[in-house]
Structure formats: structure tokens, C-alpha cells
């Protein structure tokens, strides 16, 4: 039973903009995205992915938002050595796994392809004897959030 917890920091602002979310092991990535989301001030319409470190366009695996992965078996900027899952099959503990994670390891967030928003979240804790199923919640914050149609481009 394990329960993570990552710091997510805007981009652009890191050190001012930034959420820590705790998130239970069995959740799906598609949760913690909605998460960062909702914490951040970002709606979700548009296409997203989680990949490694602070990789973001040359992740060597990216978990991909399940509207992309159903529709489009071979997205235009999937490279030859790139593995893409679902992020609405995937769990928190399975990416953990596949790529490794330890404390303070990073792994990116790009949301929206067309504007952009960039994140990074660093694995600031690993509760081994948390609850797995644990929602994923903001536990901390700094910095208001992001005006996605304004003045925040």
C-alpha cells in the first residue's frame, strides 16, 4: 500500500506557482491529472500527457490522456522509440514502476499541445504504509492559479 506525494511546479514559475498533491498508488493517472488541473486553474478539454523527468516532447514513454490514446493508434509525434500507454488504465504505482521513480526523481506534464503548459512534478514522498485508494488531494500550495484564457499566456 503506497501513497505519493509530488510537488507539481508551473514551469515558467517555479519556485512561485506550485501544488503538492498526495494520490494513492491504485489511482489513475487520468485522476491525478484532473487533480493538477483543477489545482492549477486549468479545465480539461484538450490532450495531455505524463512522461519522464523533464523530458516533455522526447519522453521515452508517455502516458497518454485516454481521448488520444483511443482515438489515434499512431499519434503524429510518437518516434521510433517511444512507448505510449493510457493514462486512464494506468496507475500511479504502474508508472512508478515503469520508469523507476524514486524520491525526488522527476516526471513532466504537458497539457493542451497547442498553447502549451508545461509542468514538472518532483516525487517529494513515498508513504509505503499509505492508503493506496487515496484520492488524489492538494496538500499544499504557493502562488494563485493559472488564468488559462488571460493575462497567463
Known amino acids: 500500500m503506497t501513497t505519493y506525494r509530488f510537488r507539481v511546479k508551473y514551469d515558467p514559475e517555479p519556485t512561485d506557482r506550485w501544488r503538492d498533491i498526495a494520490v494513492g ?16 486553474g486549468l479545465d480539461r478539454g484538450h490532450l495531455w500527457f505524463i512522461g519522464e523527468d523533464e523530458a516533455y516532447w522526447q519522453s521515452d514513454n508517455k502516458f497518454q490522456s485516454p481521448q488520444e490514446f483511443d482515438e489515434s493508434a499512431e499519434p503524429t509525434f510518437v518516434r521510433a522509440d517511444e512507448t505510449t500507454y493510457d493514462a486512464g ?30 509542468f514538472y512534478a518532483i516525487l517529494k514522498e513515498i508513504v509505503e504504509d499509505g492508503a493506496t485508494d487515496e484520492e488524489p488531494h ?16
Request: overall charge negative; glycine content about 8%; aromatic content about 10%.
Open 89 to 118: 488504465e494506468t496507475t500511479v504505482d504502474e508508472m512508478a514502476d515503469r520508469l523507476g521513480l524514486d524520491e525526488r526523481d522527476r516526471i513532466c506534464y504537458v497539457y493542451d499541445y497547442g498553447d502549451e503548459w508545461r
Open 138 to 153: 492538494v496538500v499544499d500550495e504557493r502562488g494563485d492559479p493559472i488564468d488559462q484564457y488571460g493575462s497567463d499566456r
Open 25 to 40: 498508488g491504485n489511482r489513475t493517472l487520468d485522476e491525478f491529472q484532473a487533480t493538477i488541473n483543477d489545482a492549477m
